[in-house]
Each structure stands twice: as structure tokens, then as C-alpha cells.
């Protein structure tokens, strides 16, 4: 069985787009690398001022990742929305896929009903993780078409 962790935390980082895309690489490239190593995948979702995450792995390193990145201080009060066993992952190729909220995704958004900022506090696991799987969607598409363009 694969554990599946739903969270969402208030982010902590001052500054606008720049600083926060910064932000987002430095912690998705270590999270690749850690990810990697401990056999978790997962969506890291980016809206403004929360961060909604999908992690699935092992139920004991799922938990142990979790743990590491509730103390991290770019973030705070972070609070579990859902936590399940499934018999599959549903990211299996993102070691730890993200997305911030930009101009370019914003239709997907809109087709999921979220045409203001995310409130995760009434928002289902259920409908982050289908707006997750769009998000990794177009990430693809985007990525097979750069492939093509260069
Ligand atoms: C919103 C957010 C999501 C994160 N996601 C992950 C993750 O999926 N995996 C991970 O290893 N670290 C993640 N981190 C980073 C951890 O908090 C921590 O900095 C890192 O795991 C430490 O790695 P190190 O001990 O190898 O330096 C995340 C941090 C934040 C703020």
C-alpha cells in the first residue's frame, strides 16, 4: 500500500513573484533530491500564501518527510488534510512535480471552480488532488513542446 499526505501551510517568505520562484526552485530541487533517495512522490501547489502538498510513499518515510518539513521555517502552521492508504501513487514519475499560481495556469484553475485565491481551509484533498494532476498535465505538455521547440 502507498501513504498518501495531503497538507497545507501559510508561507512564511516575504517578497513578491521573483523571490518566491526562487524560493520554489531552492525547495523542489532539494526535495528531488531527498524524494529520490526515500521513495517519495508527490505535487507541491503554490498559491499566494499557502502551500497545498501531495506526498506518497512508504508510510513510515512519508511521515518522517512530513515531519522534516513541518519545522521548516519558509512555512508555518502546517495541518493535514488527508491522510490514506491507496494501492497506487497517482504521481508516479514527480519525485516532487510544483507549481505556483501564474497567469499561464490560470485556466486550469478556473475549469476546477477556483477563480480567486485558494482557501485551503475549506477546500476537500479530493478536488487539490485533481487540480494537482491538471497542474502536472499541462506540466507535461509544456515540457514535451519545449522538447520539440529546441
Ligand atoms: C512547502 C515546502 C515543501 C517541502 N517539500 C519537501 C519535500 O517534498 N521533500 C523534502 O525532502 N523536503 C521538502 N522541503 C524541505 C524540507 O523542509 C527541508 O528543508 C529539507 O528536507 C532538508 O533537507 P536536508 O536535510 O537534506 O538539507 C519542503 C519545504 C517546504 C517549505
Redesign the pocket.
Known sequence: MIHQLVYY?RNTVPGGDRAMLTNMRE?LS??QR??SRDG?T?F?IFDKTW?I?I?EGERAKVLE?YN??AR?T??STAMIMNERDTPTRLFPNWT?GGAMRTPEVQEIYLQHGFGGPLDPVRLKSEQIVSLALDLQGFEVSRRSEQKLAS
Open positions: 501551510s525547495i532539494i526535495s531527498n524524494n517519495i508527490g507541491l502551500f502538498q506526498l518527510t522534516r518539513i521548516d519558509r512555512h516532487m
